[in-house]
C-alpha cells in the first residue's frame, strides 16, 4: 500500500492538517514542525495522489498541446520550447499531433480538455473553433500558435511575419536580376501558405506570373511535375522560392544537379553544408514556442487583460542558392 498523509501524520507525531500544509505549501506551520514532516515524507516515500487534487481544484498541472506534425522539425523544435517553459512551471505537457485533420485537431482538445488540463497551445488544422466555447467559457485558456483560429474566436495568437518574409525572399532575388520566380507552397488552404503567397506576389508586383505558382502537398512526384512543367515555358524560371522547409529539401532531391537560384522558407539541417549553401528566411519556432507558452501561463496565473496577437520577425540567412546570377 503506497504511504497515505495519515501515514505521514503518525510518522511525524502531527495533525493531518500541518501534512497538508506543508505538502500543499501553505503558510502557518513552524520551520522546525515543516521539515519534521519534510523528513517522515521521504523516510515513508510519500507523494501526493494528484488525482485527489484535481477533484479539490478542478484542472490538472499540466498543459495540452496540438501541432500538426511532431516528426516536423519545426513543430519538433517549437514543442520542445512549449515543454522546457511548462516543466519550469512544474507543470507536464500533453501533446498530440493533428495531421492537418480538423476531426483529429478537436478529438486531441477534447481528449485534453476531459483530463482537465490547466490550459491549451493549438496549431489549428480546420477554420471552425466554435467547439472550444464551451471550455473557453469554463476557464481553460488557450493559445493558438503559428496560425490563428477560425471566425469569431478571440484568443491570444502567436503568428510569425509569413507575408513579410515573403516579399523578402522576393526582392532578394529581384535584386540579383531574377524577374521569373516561381513560387512553390503547401496546400492554398493553410494560412501560412496563403500568406506567403500574399507577400510574394505583393513583392513581384507586375512581374508576378500565374503560371510559375504551384501549391499542393509535397511530395516528390509533385514538385517534380510542377518544375518540368514551369521550366518548359517559352520564358522559363530563373530562380524558385520555396514556400517551406519540406518543400525546400523536396525540390533539392528532386532537381539535384540543375537546380536554379532559390530562397526557401524556413531553416533546416545542413542548409549551410551544400554546395552553394541553401539561403533561407528563417523563423523562430524556439521563440513561437517560448512566446505562446508564457503567454498561456500568465492566463493561466489570473491575466484577463484583451487578448494579444504577437508577429514575431523573421531574417533572411544568405548562403549562396539565393545570390546565384541569371
Known amino acids: 500500500m503506497r504511504p497515505t498523509m495519515k501515514d505521514v501524520a503518525s510518522a511525524a507525531g502531527v495533525a493531518l492538517k500541518t501534512v497538508s500544509r506543508v505538502v500543499n505549501g501553505e503558510p502557518g506551520v513552524h520551520p522546525g514542525t515543516a521539515e519534521r514532516v519534510r523528513e517522515a515524507i521521504q523516510l515513508l516515500g510519500y507523494s501526493r495522489n494528484e488525482s485527489a487534487s484535481v477533484l479539490r481544484r478542478g484542472r490538472t498541472a499540466t498543459v495540452g498541446l496540438v501541432i500538426e506534425d511532431s516528426a516536423d522539425p519545426f513543430y519538433a523544435v517549437l514543442s520542445r520550447a512549449v515543454e522546457d517553459i511548462t516543466t519550469g512551471y512544474g507543470c507536464l505537457l500533453l501533446s498530440g499531433s493533428s495531421s492537418e485533420d480538423p476531426a483529429r485537431e478537436r478529438e486531441l482538445v477534447g481528449a485534453f480538455c476531459a483530463r482537465r488540463v490547466g490550459g491549451l497551445i493549438v496549431v489549428p488544422a480546420g477554420a471552425d473553433h466554435s467547439y472550444l466555447r464551451p471550455e473557453l467559457e469554463a476557464g481553460t485558456p ?69 503560371r510559375l505558382v ?41 532537381l539535384a544537379g540543375r537546380l536554379p537560384a532559390l530562397v526557401g522558407f524556413d531553416d533546416f539541417e545542413l542548409a549551410d553544408l551544400l554546395v552553394p549553401g541553401v539561403t533561407v528566411v528563417a523563423q523562430d519556432p524556439a521563440e513561437m514556442g517560448r512566446v505562446a507558452a508564457e503567454l498561456l501561463f500568465r492566463r493561466m496565473h489570473g491575466d484577463t487583460g484583451p487578448s494579444e496577437h504577437p508577429l514575431l520577425p523573421v531574417r533572411l540567412i544568405t548562403r549562396g542558392s539565393g545570390e546565384l546570377p541569371v
Not at 501558405?193 to 506570373?209: I, P
Open 142 to 210: 488557450a493559445v493558438f500558435v503559428d496560425r490563428p483560429p477560425g471566425p469569431g474566436l478571440d484568443v491570444d495568437t502567436v503568428l510569425t511575419d509569413n507575408a513579410g518574409g515573403a516579399g523578402m525572399a522576393a526582392r532578394h532575388l529581384l535584386a540579383h536580376g531574377h524577374t521569373r520566380i516561381a513560387f512553390l507552397g503547401d496546400e492554398p488552404s493553410i494560412f501560412t501558405a496563403a500568406r506567403r503567397l500574399h507577400g510574394f506576389r505583393t513583392a513581384m508586383g507586375h512581374l508576378f506570373d500565374e
Open 214 to 254: 504551384a501549391m499542393r502537398t509535397p511530395s516528390p512526384a509533385g514538385v517534380r511535375a510542377d518544375v518540368e512543367r514551369m521550366l518548359a515555358l517559352d520564358a522559363p524560371p530563373t530562380a524558385l522560392f520555396t514556400g517551406n522547409g519540406r518543400l525546400t529539401v523536396t525540390v533539392l532531391r528532386a
